[in-house]
């Protein structure tokens, strides 16, 4: 389609141009502005503006001088062009479920646009299922909002017996939301990112226009947003790759307290030599129980007290049990374990539906949340690891910094292949085949928020000083040398893209590339 223009709602002008505003360092909308408060699509209240203040890390808040409620993308366009053609343009930043921890999806006195007032019936659905055709192939794919939830798309899809490929491990987030960062998990060794998955886009960039862009079509523009932070535009529809969708997960973990065998099996288990079509897991993610944590195995927690670290693979085989018989799922996952060194006997399995597995952290999630209390905090930290010096990063952090610190986190610790990512696309990983994961996922009160946040900058400031060239993923850097040190090579292409698609950097300036708060 390519780029269209967009009329200017008109409450818009009214608003904007009777303010005489638009200053970064002022309210955008002066108090005398009252008597306007006519359309809900944009909000000045406490309350809407509290609201886009905060988001799942609790740590950061960021007052907006508005909240854009828009009722179609055409909203979000009106309002980046009239920011664009401003004589000082106000920042704008798009919030989905507002997963991220460090003030991300934040606009100082600008306007946060809330995507999910996009998921309205006036809209109709915006989840849609179809297929093209080719001489080769019939391609199944969903077209989706940039605001749905990744468990609606998998909702919808599954009533027709379909489903995406590669998740993240929750599925309450936005599909914008995830698509701007990467969108990883357990399948990501096999799939590829979520960012790896997309065949189309539609986004409104930093000039308010509104363009399709694929691979062969404004092609600039859709390697630039994948993994872009939100940087180049707003992404309000992706078109996602299907495939058939199994029915059941046999869902296994296997249990180590030698690190060298729990990664040398997890390498094993990942290796494009070994994995042919079916014959290999759909999901692999490692997990560490520390001596300090607490397990509902008795016997993980008693090992973990002995060893300081019991070291956990989580596989999972998907199948249909309307066509495959049981017995050959089993001798199938009996030729799949053969020669990895797990402790004997330490293995526990369960079969649960596909989507009950795909959904397990939404239910892990409630649990936690009815069991806490107060204000709850979430200074997480996840990094990039090259495999060529994760026995450095287990001696000087796992063992080091997180043993002898005891503090209870879910840590979860896992390798991909680097050839199941698309290098033209903004995201950054480290320059090997194979790298790990790390996702240390905390829950503190305020009282722990300065001990977390100063092991944060240990575990970076240990991997600076050994030159380990890690990688953080959901990105979280305060000056423009650390973000020219995180892009690397792709700094100078990174930024060429700011300059053609957001030239004022109007977009996303909780990120803090090309903007300070």
């Known amino acids: 389609m390519g780029k269209k223009s967009n009329p200017f709602p008109s409450f818009f002008i009214l608003i904007f141009v009777t303010s005489g505003l638009l200053s970064r360092t002022a309210s955008l909308f002066p108090s005398d502005l009252q008597s306007l408060y006519i359309d809900t699509r944009l909000r000045l209240d406490a309350k809407a503006k509290t609201s886009a203040s905060i988001d799942y890390g609790n740590i950061t808040q960021v007052i907006p001088a508005a909240v854009l409620y828009p009722e179609s993308q055409d909203d979000i366009a009106a309002l980046i062009t009239f920011s664009f ?53 019939i391609n199944w794919y969903v077209d989706a909002g940039g605001e749905q939830l990744w468990i609606d798309v998998l909702r919808a899809t599954l009533e027709y017996g379909l489903a995406p490929r590669s998740w993240t491990d929750f599925l309450y987030l936005t599909v914008g939301g995830t698509l701007s960062n990467a969108g990883i998990s357990g399948q990501t060794f096999r799939y590829g990112p979520q960012i790896s998955n ?19 079509t404004n092609s600039k523009l859709f390697y630039a947003v994948l993994g872009g932070l939100g940087q180049f535009g707003i992404i309000t ?19 180590y307290v030698d690190f060298f065998a729990f990664t040398r099996d997890q390498e094993i288990l990942i290796s494009t030599h070994t994995s042919h079509e079916n014959k290999t897991f759909d999901y692999i993610e490692g997990t560490l129980v520390m001596q300090h944590d607490t397990s509902d195995d008795p016997r993980i927690t008693s090992l973990a007290k002995q060893y300081g670290i019991v070291y956990t693979i989580e596989v999972a085989k998907y199948y249909d049990d309307l066509t495959i018989n049981q017995d050959t799922v089993d001798e199938e996952l009996k030729l799949l374990l053969e020669g990895l060194s797990f402790i004997p006997g330490m293995i526990t399995t369960t079969d649960v539906s596909y989507l009950d597995f795909l959904n397990r952290v939404r239910s892990k999630a409630l649990k936690v949340q009815s069991q806490e209390q107060g204000d709850v ?53 480290p320059d090997e085949d194979i790298f790990y994961h790390l996702a240390l996922l905390r829950s503190s009160g305020i009282h722990d928020l300065e001990f977390f946040q100063r092991q944060n900058r240990e575990i970076l400031e240990f991997c600076d000083k050994a030159g380990i060239e890690i990688k953080q993923y959901l990105p979280h850097h305060e000056s423009k040398a650390e973000w020219i040190k995180h892009f690397g090579p792709k700094w100078n292409t990174f930024k060429a893209r700011k300059a053609m698609f957001d030239p004022k950097a109007i977009l996303s300036p909780g990120q803090r590339i090309f903007n300070s708060l």
């Not at 996009?118 to 299922?129: A, D, Q, T």
């Open 198 to 216: 997309v065949y189309e886009l539609d986004v409104v960039t930093g000039k308010g226009e509104l363009v399709t862009c694929s691979k062969h």
């Open 85 to 137: 053609e401003s004589p000082v343009p106000f920042l704008i930043a798009a919030k989905g479920m507002g997963h991220s921890v460090n003030g991300q999806a934040m606009a100082p006195d600008g306007v946060v646009v809330n995507m999910r007032s996009l998921n309205n019936e006036e809209n109709g659905s915006r989840i849609n299922v179809s297929r093209s055709t080719t001489s080769m192939a």
């Open 237 to 255: 529809r992706a078109r996602i790759a299907l495939e058939k969708a199994p029915s059941t997960v046999k869902w296994m973990s296997l249990y």
């Open 377 to 429: 905090l979430h200074p997480w930290l996840n990094l990039f690891i090259p495999k060529s010096r994760i026995f450095d990063f287990n001696s000087g952090v796992f063992k080091g910094i997180l043993l002898k610190q005891n503090k209870t986190a879910l840590n979860r610790f896992y390798p991909m292949n680097r050839n199941k990512w698309e290098g033209r696309m903004s995201s950054v990983i």
